[in-house]
Nanobody
Framework: EVQLQASGGGLVQAGGSLRLACSASGASFDDYAIGWFRQAPGKEREGVFCISFKDGRTYVAESVKGRFTISRDDAKKMAYLQMNALRPEDTAVYYC??????????????????????WGRGTLVTVSS
C-alpha cells in the first residue's frame, strides 16, 4: 500500500521560497510518476509539476516555469518541490500524488489529476503580498 505525506507548507512573503516535501512509503520513484498539484479556494485542482523519472516525461505548469523544480532523495524516499520567487497567486493547498509511471499521461502541455491514484494529505502554502 502506498502512503504519502506532504509537508513544508507555511506563510511566506512574495518573492520568498519554500521547499515542500513528500514522503512516500510503498512506492519507488523509479517505478512511479510523481505529481505535485495544488488547489486554491474556489478553484479546481491543477497540476503544478509532474514527472515520470522512468522515462523523463515532464509537465510543468506555465505559471511556475523557471520558479519551481522537483527533486528526489531515494534513500529517504522523499520527493521535493522547490518553490522560488513565490507569488500571492501561488497560495493554495499543495498535494503530492503518485501512480505507476506507465499508467499516467504526462506531456509538456497536459496532466490529469485523475490519473494519479495515491494522494497524500495536502499542505497549505500562503504567500502574502
Amino acid at each position: 500500500e502506498v502512503q504519502l505525506q506532504a509537508s513544508g507548507g507555511g506563510l511566506v512573503q512574495a518573492g520568498g521560497s519554500l521547499r515542500l516535501a513528500c514522503s512516500a512509503s510503498g512506492a519507488s520513484f523509479d517505478d512511479y510518476a510523481i505529481g505535485w498539484f495544488r488547489q486554491a479556494p474556489g478553484k479546481e485542482r491543477e497540476g503544478v509539476f509532474c514527472i515520470s523519472f522512468k522515462d523523463g516525461r515532464t509537465y510543468v505548469a506555465e505559471s511556475v516555469k523557471g520558479r519551481f523544480t522537483i527533486s528526489r532523495d531515494d534513500a529517504k524516499k522523499m520527493a521535493y518541490l522547490q518553490m522560488n520567487a513565490l507569488r500571492p497567486e501561488d497560495t493554495a493547498v499543495y498535494y503530492c500524488a503518485v501512480e505507476p509511471w506507465h499508467r499516467v499521461v504526462i506531456t509538456p502541455a497536459f496532466v490529469r489529476a485523475g490519473d494519479f491514484g495515491s494522494w497524500g494529505r495536502g499542505t497549505l502554502v500562503t504567500v502574502s503580498s
